[in-house]
């Protein structure tokens, strides 16, 4: 099992950027996908975006990809989330996961991943 950290959420107004952190601690395994969820009150829980471990490949849902960045720094076990031009609708918890299935990459499905942060909560609002 993994320990996740996620932070860096906070208030922001519209049009404002944020960087979410997502420290990953414990024995990883060889190739693994990490994933940003976020949900709203009242929604389920979606995808913003996931990558590889390798950092090889990413991909982010259609509503961010133009202003939510993915990116791994793969010697400190840490992933961010850089989160531009911020709207209301972007308002939410947000979580970092691990998906450690052998031949996963990048499930849509918040069930596939095993390991799960506490989660940081983002509110954009002016």
């Known amino acids: 099992q993994l320990q996740l950290a996620e932070s860096g959420g906070g208030l922001e107004q519209p049009g404002g950027s944020l960087r979410l952190s997502c420290s990953i601690s414990?024995?990883?395994?060889?190739?693994?996908?990490i994933g940003w969820f976020r949900q709203a009150p009242g929604l389920d829980r979606e995808r913003v975006s996931c990558?590889?471990?390798?950092?090889?490949?990413?991909l982010s849902r259609d509503s961010v990809k133009d202003r939510f960045t993915i990116s791994i720094d793969i010697p400190k076990n840490t992933v961010y989330l850089q989160m531009n031009q911020l709207r209301p609708e972007d308002t939410g918890v947000y979580y970092c996961?691990?998906?450690?299935?052998?031949?996963?990459?990048?499930?849509?499905?918040?069930?596939?991943?095993?390991?799960w942060g506490q989660g940081t909560q983002v509110a954009v609002s002016s």
């Open positions: 414990g024995i990883t395994p060889d190739h693994y996908s």
């Open positions: 996961a691990v998906d450690r299935t052998e031949g996963h990459i990048c499930y849509r499905s918040a069930h596939e991943y095993e390991d």
């Open positions: 990558i590889t471990s390798s950092g090889t490949y990413s």
